[in-house]
């Protein structure tokens, strides 16, 4: 199947139009007609070689939302016209302990990318959701229901699992305290899922400017991080702080925020090793827990949450054609929280 598309040619060229050619049908595949795809800070990493093994040319996009029109025989779950999603990731081995526990993205052999990676038949590249349409095993497509608005689900594929999937691992529930540090497109996912799950919550931020759209997200308070007296006020009060800062920081502040065996939950990517004072580590039996998107069963998990309880991402839809604008506003944090690509615009 030919798709229209955009794609980056080099780390330093411009996203551009490009066609190219998607899979025939297999029995397991499902086909998808993109509607939206959401623009992550991983896509504009990956396009500019950020952390090396980029591969062109590059159409980027792991948030989609779509609609099924075509179907292989042996697919069960799904026909023409339902509306799906396609995340971070669309092949594992599924046969090690990891993907036989239903973890898919934690795959021993590595799962496969839904963009800039090399598909399992070690020849094809895989191309993503900045695109008119895509082919997918069907383990790897999730229902989406109808009733949200389809543009602001997009964006719960990558940066919704992100926040979801460490907040219900640390068991985050009514009367817990939880602090979560950026108010970005991670960040504001964080606040949205923690309010939802019925804990109180707390915004951590640099910037002042934040404090109005903090609580209007359903946070009760906002601290300021470069006040050290409110930092010092909240010493040891929480039980969860959820990280979702990709610069480079210190982790020894937050660690001291938390309560007796709280969890710091690092999902942002600094380019430089964190600092960490082991005395804050030790003190109150805290931890440092890591989390990397989620597992298919409990990224559906989420999106039927999603729809239960109306949560979906603050998005700013985008034409196709502004994406290298998007890409340069998504640089000085000039987006409320998250671009998405309207896919009619290519």
Known sequence: MSVKAYAAQSATTPLAPFSFERRDLRPDDVQVDILYCGVCHSDLHQVRDEWGGSMYPMVPGH?????????????????????????????????????????EQYCVEGATGTYNAMERDG????????????????????????????????????????????????????????????????????????????????????????????????????????????????????????????????FTGYLNLLGLEGKLLVVGLPPEAPKVAPFSLISNRRSIIGSMIGSMKETQEMLDFCAEHNVVADVEVIAAADINNAYDRLVKNDVKYRFVIDMKTL
């Open 63 to 103: 948030e989609i939302v779509g609609k099924v029109v075509a179907v292989g025989s042996a697919v069960t779950k799904y026909k023409v016209g339902d509306t799906v999603g396609v995340g971070v990731i669309i092949d594992s081995c599924n046969t090690c302990k990891h993907c036989q526990a239903d973890y």
């Open 123 to 250: 020849v094809t590249v895989s191309q993503g959701g900045y695109s008119s349409g895509i082919v997918v095993k069907e383990k790897f497509v999730l229902k989406v229901d109808d009733k949200l608005n389809l543009s602001a689900v997009a964006p719960l594929l990558c940066a919704g699992i992100t926040t979801y999937s460490p907040l219900r691992f640390a068991g985050v529930k009514a009367g817990m305290k939880v602090g979560v540090v950026g108010l970005g497109g991670l960040g504001h996912m964080g606040v949205k899922f923690a309010v939802a799950f019925g804990a109180e919550v707390s915004v951590l931020s640099t910037s002042p400017s934040k404090e109005a759209d903090a609580k209007r997200l359903g946070a009760t308070n906002f601290i300021l991080t470069t006040d050290k007296e409110q930092m010092k006020q909240y010493g040891s009060y929480f039980d969860i702080i959820l990280d979702t800062v990709s610069a480079n920081h210190n």
